[in-house]
Every structure is written in structure tokens, then in C-alpha cells.
């Protein structure tokens, strides 16, 4: 074939993995992309490399087909307490004070992402840490998400099953405590398993922060040996978006060989000699609310469905507006700005009476990981209108991140009582009955929210998902529901 038309196709593909996951294949490594590219094409039945591009290229490309490339193209080379200065820094001068000042303030609560997290060794050393330095672990509530691209990895990582090759460096009895020999193989203790949360998550396409992936609120976020693979714009969008998915005053926790540090500004680096760890300043402390009590009966009966709709006011031409208080704190969480939306919204005299400032406010008190607010702001909104089935859902997410399993549940159920279509709380009502093992539950609501999900337009936006496509959770919903099944 022409030399330069297969240059020609190369540079094409190689845009198409940046555009769609993120991954950057300058000139230089265009060789390596070809030989990924011939493997693949030999396993999935290809004539050769130059035919599997073109099929890439030219057909619609779902999460499926996004996941088989990531199968090829995305080796994480990964192993327990790798570059072990970061977690020594963890355990020593982080964690202790993060771990007393929750205690101090009776929320005893950690949020932890381990993003681009490969076949898992990463998350499961972290919940090995967080194990070994609280004594009352249990009462704890300890979200660990793990997240990766490379779905062959992602099973391996909820198998739970390492070779030696996975524990070079490890101390012995670490090994000994908290894994079990499985013939040559060694099986992460159970206890050290529930701690970790595992899930799809392409951090060049995918939502962050968000309630409804849980990547919102984090104390600690792990992001290693992944931005290399970016285009310098990728990777500042991705820490960005990290950056909004931490608290006030959380941390980062990088690779010594990425990147500068004006690469992660407005982070600053904490300044440690051996491992690069960033940290998000800290803004004004949060205003809590100074707004009358809430009736002490949480569950205030449902008023009747069936309501009179008043009839429409005369048409009136009126100048445009000025952006009200909701508008522009709309805007400001739309990039990232919480500390500054919450703000303007506290300032609103009319905040108590707005359920939908309220139901913002929530959010945003989410994503700085003050669930407490997040939960008060929720129940605020719903006491102004509670026939807001996405008020009952939001509330659910957030119910949901403070372990209140059974709370979330019946929010949920409530949102689908008010909107038997509220395609969200179905998926969400599978996602908990998943967790708590109920699988002919779950795939009841899997089919419910793809019958629905099959009616709308793949390219529209659902309502309240944070921009998320009707396609995209299509294909989310139909990942999750094959593996309920297997």
C-alpha cells in the first residue's frame, strides 16, 4: 500500500484515540500504535492492521468497541505499595491528621478514588492502609472507588486473585495478614475486598465530578502513570476535572514522572522529596445553614397525583432578565467553582422558599464532600416540593454516600412512585440491589431502564445526569446488565 496513505491512516486513527479515549500517539510512537493495532486485528478476525482502523473509523463506536480497544492499547503495569514514598507520606503525614479530624467532628467518614486504577493493586493497598491505621474500621464509612478504561483489567481487579509477580517489594507480613494462598496464587482477604469498589470510567469522555458516578467530594485521589499517555491539553482537562472532584484541601496523588508542576496548577505540591503529591488549597470554611428547623417528620405524606393545572397568565413581552442568583451559581458549578456558587446562594434572601437553589446547593455541597449539608439542603428542597422525583433521587446519591443503603432505597422508590420513568432511579435501584447480592431484582431494573432508554434519542442529554447521553448510559446499563447475568 502507499506509504502515504498509510501515514495518512495512522494520523487519523491516532486522533480518533485521542478524541474518544484520551490517548496520545505522537509520530514517534506511531510504530507502537501499529504493532497494538496488528495483534488486535489477528485476534478479532481482521485482514490486517490498515482493515481494523478503517472498521474503527467508520462505524459508530459504542462503549463495547471503546473497551476492546482499551483491552489492546492500555497495558497498566501495576503491583501492592508501588512507589511505596507516596503511601509512607499517606500513612505518616496525611492520613493521621485527615483520620483524627473526622473523629473530632463525629463524621467519621473517608472518600477515596483510585483512578486509572489498572488491575486493582493500587485500591486494594490503599484499603490495606486505611485497615492498619483505623482500629474501628467498621464504624467507618469508607468509600474506595477504582476505577479504569481496560475492562480485562477491571475483572482481574474484582477477581482479586495475584501472582508473585504482583508483591515484589511487599512486606512478608502483609502478605501473610491479609491475603490467602490459592495454589501459586494469592486471593485478597474479604473483608479487604469490600472495601473497594470497582467500575468502568473513561477519564477523557466520562463525567467528573458527578453524584451519580460517586467521583464527587474525594479526600484522596490516586492518578498515576496515566498522564503520560495524554496530549498535554488532555491531560490539564483531566487534572482540572480532578481537581473539581476533590475537596478543599484534598490531595492528588501523582506519579514522580509526570508532567511539571504547571501542569497541576492551581494544585501545589506539598514539597516531599520522594513522592509527588499535590494538594488543593483550602477555601473559606463552608456557611452552614441558619434557616428554621425542618418539621420533625422527615416522610411528610404525598400529596394527590392528580392536580388541577392553573390556567397559563396572558403573554406579556418583557426585556430580558438579569441572570438571577440560581443562573450564574448555576454557571459556577458548571466549572467547578463550588466554594463561589455556594456562596452567591447563601446570599439569596429568597433561598429558604427556592427548591431549586436548594437542590443546587445540595449538589454543591456534595461535591466538596460535606455530605452532612449536601443531605440537610436536600431535605430543605423537598419540604418546599416533594413531587420532585429528582429532588428524592438526588437525595438517594447522597444517601447512598454516606452508607445508608436502605435510605437511598426508599428515595429511590419514591422518585419512581412520583415518575414510574425516571430512568436514573432505575439504574440506581439495580446498582443496590447488585451490591447487596438480590441479581433477579437487579436485572428487573436493568430491562426497565433499557425499555425506557430505548424510546428517547441516544444523542440527547437526560435531565439532572450532569451532561450524561442517553447512548452513553445505554451502553453502561447494558454492560452492567450482562454482567448481573454471567
Aim: glycine share 6%; hydrophobic share 45%.
Amino acid at each position: 500500500m502507499n506509504q502515504t496513505l498509510v501515514h495518512s491512516l495512522i494520523e487519523e486513527f491516532s486522533s480518533f484515540l485521542a478524541t474518544r479515549m484520551g490517548l496520545y500517539y505522537p509520530v514517534e510512537r506511531w510504530g507502537d500504535l501499529d504493532r497494538a493495532v496488528t495483534q488486535m486485528a489477528a485476534e478479532l478476525g481482521y485482514a490486517d492492521a490498515d482493515a481494523c482502523m478503517r472498521h474503527f473509523l467508520s462505524t459508530p463506536v459504542d462503549r463495547a468497541e471503546i473497551e476492546t480497544l482499551a483491552s489492546y492499547l492500555t497495558i497498566g503495569e501495576t503491583y501492592f505499595f508501588r512507589e511505596p514514598a507516596s503511601f509512607d507520606a499517606l500513612a505518616t503525614r496525611i492520613l493521621p491528621g485527615l483520620i483524627t479530624q473526622r473523629r473530632q467532628a463525629h463524621s467519621r467518614y473517608l472518600r477515596i478514588w483510585s483512578a486509572a486504577c489498572s488491575t486493582g493493586e493500587e485500591a486494594y493497598t490503599m484499603a490495606i492502609l486505611l485497615d492498619r491505621l483505623i482500629p474501628d474500621i467498621r464504624q467507618w464509612n469508607i468509600t474506595l472507588l477504582a476505577t479504569d478504561i481496560n475492562p480485562r483489567s477491571l475483572r482481574k481487579a474484582i477477581d482479586g486473585v495475584y501472582g508473585d509477580w504482583s508483591f515484589r517489594g511487599i512486606d512478608p507480613e502483609i502478605k501473610k495478614t491479609y491475603f490467602t494462598p490459592r495454589g501459586s496464587r494469592f486471593e485478597v482477604a474479604p473483608h479487604i475486598r469490600r472495601m473497594v469498589s470497582f467500575a468502568y470510567h473513561n477519564l477523557a469522555e466520562d463525567q467528573y465530578p458527578s453524584v451519580h458516578n460517586n467521583t464527587n467530594g474525594m479526600d484522596i485521589i490516586f492518578c498515576r502513570n496515566v498522564l503520560m499517555y495524554f496530549s498535554m491539553d488532555r491531560a490539564r482537562q483531566v487534572v482540572t476535572n480532578l481537581q473539581h472532584s476533590l475537596i478543599d484541601g484534598g490531595w492528588l496523588v501523582a506519579a514522580s514522572v509526570e508532567g511539571s508542576a504547571e501542569l497541576f496548577t492551581p494544585l501545589s505540591n506539598i514539597g516531599l522529596t520522594d513522592a509527588t503529591i499535590y494538594r488543593k488549597a483550602a477555601a473559606v470554611p463552608l456557611v452552614p445553614f441558619t434557616l428554621p428547623p425542618l418539621p420533625e417528620s422527615e416522610e411528610l405524606p404525598l400529596p394527590p397525583l392528580a392536580l388541577v393545572p392553573s390556567p397559563p397568565p396572558p403573554l406579556v413581552v418583557e426585556p430580558e432578565p438579569a441572570p438571577s442568583p440560581l443562573d450564574r451559581a448555576m454557571a459556577l458549578y458548571q466549572r467547578g467553582d463550588n466554594a463561589e456558587a455556594i456562596a452567591l446562594l447563601l446570599d439569596d434572601p429568597n433561598l429558604a422558599a427556592d427548591g431549586k437553589a436548594l437542590t443546587l446547593l445540595a449538589r454543591l455541597y456534595a461535591n466538596e464532600g460535606r455530605l452532612d449539608l449536601a443531605d440537610e439542603c436536600c431535605r430543605r428542597a423537598l419540604a418546599v416540593d416533594r413531587l420532585a422525583p429528582e429532588r428524592h433521587y438526588l437525595l438517594a446519591m447522597i444517601r447512598q454516600e454516606c452508607g445508608d443503603a436502605r435510605g437511598a432505597a426508599d428515595a429511590l422508590k419514591r422518585a419512581l412512585f412520583l415518575d414510574p420513568d425516571y430512568i436514573l432511579a432505575h439504574v440506581a435501584l439495580a446498582g443496590l440491589a447488585v451490591s447487596d447480592g438480590r441479581k433477579a431484582e437487579a436485572r428487573r431494573c436493568y430491562r426497565n431502564a433499557l425499555t425506557l432508554l430505548a424510546t428517547l434519542d441516544p444523542a440527547g442529554t437526560l435531565a439532572e445526569s450532569d451532561g450524561l447521553t442517553v447512548g452513553r448510559l445505554m451502553e453502561i446499563v447494558r454492560v452492567a446488565s450482562a454482567e448481573v447475568a454471567a
